[in-house]
């Protein structure tokens, strides 16, 4: 027995000769992934965010239970200072549950599932029209000036599935639901009805924002579950006349107070600036708010909790930010930015996590070429974690104001493939989130965040 033990601690002493020649680097990186795949917290904090909060839409009771929740959870995982900062927010609320039935004329109409667009006018009663197929924005942009009066438009282009990068699809798509509506009504329509934007096909609708063009009029505007718009754009296709009625009781209200809720671990030298992670706190309506962005503000979190629990001593400060109002205004990201600008507050990189909770593959970059090398020369040490990406892309919704051409702007990039089946609906529960898939992506941000507070820019 006595020799055997012998034996392990000449192995264990070997082992860590060998250990003492790795990369500093590497065995960092490893820690953080142990830390937080054994002991990570993201999960069960986001199952409190989800089941006690749910869905958190700007300006409501549960955003304000949110920021609460936020500041307790970063607390908890042990940041030096936290913080709320005032901002005030846009409200709408969605009143009763939408009503929408359809069919062809002089048959029985039959319920559809449908979502008032988020900042949507209200229908004002019922409305009865018959309905016109258009296959996408640009046969919209190009129809007649009065093609649609008294119509209810149907946009029925979908998101384009050969995208690889789903993100790509949505982008490509979104304006049918965000400047679909001033369109149509310009042409005289009395509702804008869309396909959901969402790869599934499934009978569960999508919301996100809706933005009303200056001076044209405000038509109420829904999205359709894609099972649904399927069958009724090959109704119209067929050139059967169909009917449609839709009655909502949505409403916008005046802004009222929020705020965006800041943690920071104090860095042992200041003045080198701030690095920041961070996600959204504001939910839709519908679903608990999940994947988008729960995910993205537990691994934030878990950045702070993940170096505290290594004791590791950044030189920067590092700042978890929970921004309010990312999906109707974006009011935290730009008032975020405002005061660091005001107060003269340096961020040498930002990296937010904004596409759900999935596997992590790596980061997009949107930085100077000098910055996006010194990151890429990196990547051989993030290989083993199975995150290979660091092409140039969008950093993020709520860090983009932070932009003034010396700060890198960074997003996680996780497997895209599912996350439109749960964007803006009511299936962005907590079920849907992988635990070791969430922690993956917060020890995949954790890693770049150390790795660029150990070797800062040295070029800008
Ligand atoms: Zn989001």
């Not at 505007?221 to 009625?245: H, I, P, R, S, Y």
Request: charge should be neutral.
């Amino acid at each position: 027995m006595a020799i055997f033990r012998f034996k392990l601690l000449v192995a264990a002493l070997i082992g860590g000769n060998a250990l003492w020649g790795q990369n500093t680097d590497s065995l960092m990186l490893r820690k953080i992934h142990d830390e937080v795949l054994v002991n990570g917290m993201a999960h069960d904090n986001l199952r409190v965010l989800c089941k006690t909060v749910g869905a958190r839409l700007s300006g409501s009771a549960a955003a304000q239970k949110a920021i609460v929740w936020g500041e307790k959870t970063l607390r908890a995982a042990g940041a030096d200072s936290v913080w709320l900062e005032p901002i005030l927010v846009p409200q709408w609320v969605r009143g009763q549950p939408e009503q929408c039935t359809w069919g062809l004329v002089g048959e029985k109409m039959g319920p559809a599932p449908v979502l008032a667009l988020g900042g949507s006018e209200p229908t004002g009663g019922r409305i009865k029209a018959p309905v016109v197929w258009v296959k996408d924005l640009e046969s919209l942009k190009s129809a007649a000036p009065q093609a649609f009066v008294g119509k209810i438009v149907f946009l029925a282009q979908a998101m384009d599935p050969r995208f690889i990068d789903t993100f790509n699809a949505y982008g490509t798509c979104a304006t049918i639901r965000i400047n679909g509506a001033s369109i149509a009504a310009e042409k005289g329509a009395v509702a804008l009805v869309i396909r959901s934007l969402t790869l599934a096909e499934d009978e569960h609708p999508h919301t996100g924002v809706v933005v009303y063009k200056e001076g044209a009029p405000r038509i109420p505007c829904a999205a359709l579950a894609t099972a649904d718009a399927q069958a009724l754009e090959t109704k119209l296709q067929q050139g059967k006349n169909v009917l449609m009625t839709l009655e909502m009781t949505c409403k916008n209200l005046p802004d009222v107070p929020s705020f965006n809720v800041v943690g920071e671990i104090r860095g042992q030298q200041p003045s080198k600036g701030i690095l920041l992670v961070g996600g959204h706190l504001d939910s839709w309506d519908v679903g608990e708010g999940a994947h988008d962005d729960g995910a993205g503000c537990v691994q934030s979190i878990e950045v702070l909790r993940t170096f505290k629990a290594l004791g590791y001593k950044p030189q920067h400060s590092i700042r978890a930010v929970l921004f309010m109002n990312e999906e109707n205004g974006n009011r935290g990201g730009l008032g975020y930015a405002e005061k660091a600008r005001t107060t003269g507050l340096k961020h040498v990189a930002a990296l937010e996590s904004d596409r759900g909770g999935f596997a992590p593959r790596g980061f997009s970059l949107d930085a100077s070429p000098a910055q996006r090398a010194h990151i890429q020369a990196w990547m051989p040490l993030l290989k083993p974690y199975l995150l290979h990406l660091s092409d140039p892309g969008y950093g993020g919704v709520d860090i983009n104001p932070l932009r003034d051409g010396t700060v890198a702007l960074m997003g996680l990039v996780p497997d895209s493939q599912r996350y439109f089946d749960f964007h803006h609906a009511a299936t962005d529960v907590f079920e849907a989130v992988h635990p070791r898939e969430l922690h993956l992506g917060a020890a995949a941000m954790a890693s770049l965040i150390y790795l660029l507070d150990a070797h800062p820019f040295t070029l800008q």
